[in-house]
């Protein structure tokens, strides 16, 4: 079934991916030590690749946010990606979320992540996704500290309510988060749809996963009807009906392993049906429609370095 196109032409769904090993999960975090990443077998080259085969087959170029981790293990994956024609953006050095981090720690995670990344493209990294979405009120100092060092967009927000992240009060489009003298720092919201007076996450890892098919084309037609743009997110690690099994409790490894064999099938379907981009693109073709007015900073707090990251 076809998904209508969503308003004017200019407004574009962005594709992205998260590329990160399936025991890098923040799920599994307090379970697997970063120390011991080393010790489980590496999945994210040919899942990865999959993922590359299939966007090329639908002629489609998203956004690839490494970890800096992997990029220092696999810089030729790294490679890959960027030769296809992809754009790289930055998840962080190591899957450590914001809220867990000082602003300090920040710095040095985002700046090492950059240059690591820019080393192997020798091209500008100017795209941030927080780990775990860890962009929250709390946490908003963040974009004071990525504009300092280079960014120039960030899409880690989750405007809901979630156990481990959401900023329910952010709204749905992109808005402007600070600026100085050599440019501004804008937030691309995740997607979130209506049901009535409930608003539903959709769009992208266990949300995709889970959900019918026919449940998240009702919700992107529903951004259709109001011009609004989608991001859908994916993990490698989705795609992979084999990779090894993390022991955890039930329920974790449940939210962690539920809807993986459908995944391609509704990938395959959404990739049809709809126009994608990369972020930067969509920020690009958006930027009169859903850039409406810079935040006063009244409405965003911004936490300085010296009150910390916790």
């Given at each position: 079934?076809?998904?209508?196109?969503?308003?004017?032409?200019?407004?574009?769904?962005?594709f992205t991916v998260d590329v990160e090993e399936y025991f890098q999960v923040e799920a599994f975090s307090d379970l697997i030590p970063?120390?011991?990443w080393h010790k489980f077998p590496s999945r994210v080259e040919e899942t990865t690749m999959r993922l590359l085969e299939l966007l090329?087959?639908?002629?489609?170029?998203?956004?690839?946010?490494?970890?800096?981790?992997?990029?220092?293990?696999?810089?030729?994956?790294?490679?890959?990606?960027?030769?296809?024609?992809?754009?790289?953006?930055?998840?962080?050095?190591?899957?450590?979320?914001?809220?867990?981090?000082?602003?300090?720690?920040?710095?040095?995670?985002?700046?090492?992540?950059?240059?690591?990344?820019?080393?192997?493209?020798?091209?500008?990294?100017?795209?941030?996704?927080?780990?775990?979405?860890?962009?929250?009120?709390?946490?908003?100092?963040?974009?004071?500290?990525?504009?300092?060092?280079?960014?120039?967009?960030?899409?880690?927000?989750?405007?809901?309510?979630?156990?481990?992240?959401?900023?329910?009060?952010?709204?749905?489009?992109?808005?402007?988060?600070?600026?100085?003298?050599?440019?501004?720092?804008?937030?691309?919201?995740?997607?979130?749809?209506?049901?009535?007076?409930?608003?539903i996450p959709f769009g992208g890892g266990g949300y995709l996963r889970a959900y019918p098919l026919r449940l998240t084309n009702a919700?992107?037609?529903?951004?259709?009807?109001?011009?609004?743009?989608?991001?859908?997110?994916?993990?490698?690690?989705?795609?992979?009906?084999?990779?090894?099994?993390?022991?955890?409790?039930?329920?974790?490894?449940?939210?962690?392993?539920?809807?993986?064999?459908?995944?391609?099938?509704?990938?395959?379907?959404?990739?049809?049906?709809?126009?994608?981009?990369?972020?930067?693109?969509?920020?690009?073709?958006?930027?009169?429609?859903?850039?409406?007015?810079?935040?006063?900073?009244?409405?965003?707090?911004?936490?300085?370095?010296?009150?910390?990251?916790?």
């Open positions: 079934m076809q998904i209508p196109p969503s308003g004017p032409e200019m407004i574009r769904n962005a970063k120390r011991d090329d087959t639908h002629h489609v170029r998203g956004t690839f946010f490494v970890l800096g981790w992997i990029a220092r293990v696999h810089p030729a994956l790294v490679e890959k990606i960027h030769k296809a024609g992809h754009e790289i953006a930055s998840h962080g050095f190591d899957h450590t979320m914001i809220t867990e981090m000082t602003p300090e720690a920040f710095r040095r995670d985002i700046r090492q992540s950059k240059t690591i990344l820019e080393g192997i493209t020798g091209t500008s990294v100017n795209g941030y996704r927080g780990p775990t979405f860890s962009i929250t009120e709390k946490t908003s100092w963040a974009y004071e500290i990525l504009l300092q060092e280079g960014y120039s967009y960030s899409s880690s927000v989750y405007p809901i309510w979630h156990d481990r992240y959401g900023w329910p009060a952010f709204g749905d489009q992109p808005r402007q988060m600070g600026s100085d003298g050599n440019g501004e720092i804008r937030e691309i919201p995740l997607t979130v749809g209506s049901i009535g007076p409930f608003r919700l992107f037609r529903g951004l259709a009807r109001d011009g609004r743009h989608g991001v859908v997110y994916v993990h490698p690690w989705e795609l992979d009906t084999g990779h090894p099994a993390v022991q955890a409790p039930f329920f974790r490894r449940l939210r962690h392993h539920i809807g993986i064999p459908k995944l391609r099938r509704k990938l395959v379907h959404l990739l049809g049906a709809m126009r994608f981009g990369t972020l930067a693109q969509l920020l690009e073709a958006n930027q009169a429609v859903s850039i409406r007015r810079p935040v006063p900073p009244a409405e965003i707090p911004i936490v300085h370095r010296r009150a910390g990251g916790r």
